[in-house]
């Protein structure tokens, strides 16, 4: 790891894999904290040629340090960062990638809230999703047993869910 934030190493192995391997033209990202995920899926989206990350962070200092590595990353055309709320950020378009990645609180919301845009083939990925972090291992069950997604619970050292919505299935 990085740091006691930002998502493991091979999490964020994973994170550009599954970019280069599905394609999104659109990602979206809550919680940029220092922008090391955020770089790493906009590494994919060079590496495919096309697609656009938008990622939120609602800490106006964390905002700024963020920013900062983002525009000296050579990634940044690849980038929208924005200072703002996961619950008040309005996304035009369909998600084919969302990574939610905010305060554990919210995450539960942040699926209900951007869920009819997600792609029916798309992903749904939440991470700290481990059995000891259990308020976002519920949220994902929770929202598995409501039929919204069918989700996959990855044993990654903070945990992982890879989901997809119900609709996706059939």
């Known amino acids: 790891m990085f740091d006691s934030m930002t998502a493991e190493v091979e999490v964020l192995e994973f994170l550009r894999t599954i970019v280069t391997t599905i394609k999104p033209e659109l990602v979206v990202e809550t ?9 790493w899926i906009a590494e994919g989206l060079k590496a495919n040629g096309r697609g656009r990350i938008i ?15 983002i525009a000296g990353s050579g990634l940044a055309d690849w980038i929208e960062l924005r ?24 995450r539960e919301q942040e699926i209900r809230r951007f869920l009819p845009q997600i792609n029916p083939y ?13 308020i976002v291992r519920d949220a994902a069950l929770k929202l598995e047993r409501e039929g919204l ?6 044993r990654t050292p903070r945990g992982l869910v890879v989901a997809q919505k119900r609709e996706g299935r059939s």
């Open 149 to 154: 997604i069918s989700a996959i619970l990855l």
């Open 122 to 134: 798309g992903l749904i990925l939440m991470h700290d999703a481990s059995s000891h972090l259990k």
């Open 83 to 106: 200072n703002e709320s996961s619950l008040d950020m309005n996304v035009d378009g369909t998600i084919d990638l969302f990574f939610s990645d905010s305060d554990m609180p919210i």
């Open 31 to 39: 919680g940029t904290f220092s922008g090391i995920s955020t770089l």
């Open 55 to 69: 990622s939120c962070e609602y800490d106006p200092k964390i905002y700024q340090n963020a920013k900062a590595r």
